[in-house]
Structures are given as structure tokens and as C-alpha cells.
């Protein structure tokens, strides 16, 4: 039997054009685009600091702030 790896992923929906996620580590995170055939997920060494800052902001467990994310314009 082959291994099985799970991941488990914090996504944040920026209404219908964006997406970042984070996984439970805190380590890696990156951008998703939708597409024609679904969302394309990108990961982003720069999107590590501010996707942990915004997951943070939507879970209450720092105050409300302006957290600058990057953008993937298609």
C-alpha cells in the first residue's frame, strides 16, 4: 500500500476573483486564481507574513487592520 499524506489548509475567499492559503504549520502559503476549469493554487514564499497576518485578522485573534496581500491579476 502506497503512504497517504494529509495537508490541512486554511483558505481565505477574497469574493470571486482571489484566494490565499495557509497550512497548519504556518509555513507555506500562496495565491488561487479561478479558472475554466477550476481555482489554480500557486505557492508564494512573499505570501507566508501577510496570509499569517490575515488568517489571524479572521479568526478575531488580532484586531481588525489593513493587511497588504499579494495580488494575481490574470
Known amino acids: 500500500a502506497l503512504p497517504i499524506s494529509e495537508a490541512e489548509y486554511t483558505t481565505v ?3 470571486l476573483g482571489q484566494a490565499y492559503f495557509l497550512d497548519r504549520e ?3 502559503a500562496g495565491v488561487g486564481i479561478p ?3 477550476g481555482w ?3 505557492v ?4 507566508v ?6 488568517v489571524k ?3 478575531n485573534e488580532t484586531p481588525a ?3 497588504e496581500l499579494p495580488v494575481v491579476i490574470d
Open 49 to 54: 507574513v501577510p496570509v499569517v497576518e490575515l
Open 57 to 59: 485578522v479572521v479568526r
Open 26 to 28: 504556518e509555513t507555506v
Open 35 to 37: 479558472g475554466p476549469e
Open 65 to 67: 487592520k489593513y493587511v
Open 44 to 47: 508564494r514564499e512573499d505570501a
Open 40 to 42: 489554480t493554487w500557486t
Open 13 to 15: 475567499y477574497i469574493g
